[in-house]
């Protein structure tokens, strides 16, 4: 196995040494960043070349790093992790793209290079406010049209900046702000007097 992780980050040295950021190993898996700026052909160069040859990708999920390692993350702040596959060569390898801006996250959509990618880019706008340029169909996936903001960022609050509710005088949804006090639940305690004695 080690040497199968060694002929990788070869592969990825010879290919693409002048366009990664890094390359890690943890906890027995390859971590390679890449810049937004070279996405697009790291890539393609990722899928087509034969040493390498990650045809599928497996998962694209989006992160926010602003209270990563305890607030002490100095980096960008959002960044689309991409989980690769290679049939031929029985690899798997992670990519990480951060965004330039961290108050208007954009990156390219891949959906060029993997189809699959349509659904997961929809779910990271979504969820994180990251905007995939070229994403065919870039609109929300998981919640609804008219909602403000986006939940998974962690400056979301967690209930939200509107509730709805059905009317029946105007006999329709309404959107109104939210109408509970946030509070803080502190477990209590009960026990009858006699508990412990025989």
């Known amino acids: 196995m080690t040497t199968d992780k060694k002929s990788l980050r070869e592969a990825l040295a010879d290919l693409l040494a002048d366009q990664l950021v890094s390359v890690e190993e943890a906890l027995g898996e390859t971590t390679v960043v890449v810049s937004a700026t070279n996405m697009l052909p790291v890539f393609t160069r990722l899928r087509d070349a034969d040493s390498l040859r990650f045809v599928q990708m497996i998962d694209l999920c989006g992160m926010d790093y602003s209270e990563y390692g305890d607030g002490e993350w100095a980096g960008r702040r959002f960044a689309a ?30 959906i060029s290079v993997w189809p699959a990618a349509n659904w997961f880019e929809r779910e990271a706008f979504d969820l994180f406010g990251i905007i995939f340029t070229g ?64």
Do not use: C, W
């Not at 690769?84 to 990156?107: G, K, M, T």
């Open 81 to 110: 992790v991409y989980h690769l596959l290679s049939h031929v060569h029985n690899r798997r390898l992670r990519v990480r793209v951060f965004a330039e801006e961290d108050d208007f996250p954009v990156l390219d959509s891949v």
């Open 135 to 198: 994403h065919p169909d870039l609109r929300r996936i998981l919640t609804d049209y008219g909602f403000v903001g986006n939940p998974f960022r962690k400056d979301f609050p967690l209930s939200g900046h509107v509730e709805m509710r059905y009317d029946p005088k105007q006999q329709r949804v309404v959107y109104q702000p939210v109408t509970v006090e946030p509070r803080v639940v502190t477990p209590r305690i009960m026990r009858e007097e006699t508990f412990g004695r025989n």
